[in-house]
């Protein structure tokens, strides 16, 4: 067993404990917690991502869990700002960059954040889960969205599957490119 099967064992247990969903032993801290992981891995995460949401249905079928893909977040958010045929066109026709700046004020991390608990209301959920990060860079700096989920989340846990390395202090989205500081996550499991 490697260790990211430990680790990925882990966490049926930990996200269904009434401790975690509670927040208790947290000391009034907002409850994000962060799952980091290579992201050669991706495909195995994203497995056990939806092991973990059918185990979740079977043992604690009261729960309210709404699984967030980031990437699809975007897209369908752009779609319904019909923002994404263009900015198709905008990279094709004047490259990356140009799009991603075009998209830079659209996809500001406040009206994503609105967007998400739009998506995934937190009155009417137990868990979120946030995953497809990987996928929404560049588009989206991941300490910023979870910078704007703060006031809009209240006690709700949220739980972001991470490709790259979070150490509780920093974001290395892939484990190479440094993001700016984010002091608020706790490590899922070790």
Avoid: C
Wanted: hydrophobic share 40%; proline share 5%; charged share 30%.
């Amino acid at each position: 067993m490697t260790d990211l099967d430990e680790r990925l064992n882990k966490i049926l247990d930990r996200v269904t404990s009434d401790d975690f969903l509670s927040g208790r032993k947290l000391s009034g801290e907002i409850p994000f917690y962060a799952f980091d992981y290579d992201p050669k891995e991706e495909l195995a995460v994203r497995e056990h991502i939806n092991f973990v949401l059918s185990q979740i249905a079977k043992r604690r079928p009261e729960l309210r869990v709404q699984h967030v893909n980031l990437w699809k977040l975007v897209v369908d958010y752009l779609k319904d700002r019909k923002l994404y045929d263009r900015a198709v066109e905008m990279q094709r026709a004047k490259g990356g960059d140009a799009a991603l700046k075009a998209l830079k004020a659209p996809l500001d991390a406040s009206k994503l954040a609105k967007a998400l608990v739009e998506k995934a209301p937190p009155v009417d959920q137990d868990l979120i889960i946030v995953s497809g990060v990987g996928a929404a860079y560049p588009l989206v700096r991941t300490h910023n969205l979870l910078n704007n989920l703060h006031s809009l989340m209240g006690g709700m846990p949220l739980v972001l599957f991470y490709p790259g390395k979070y150490d509780g202090q920093s974001l290395r989205l892939f484990g190479l490119l440094k993001d700016n500081p984010y002091y608020r996550a706790f490590r899922l499991v070790d």
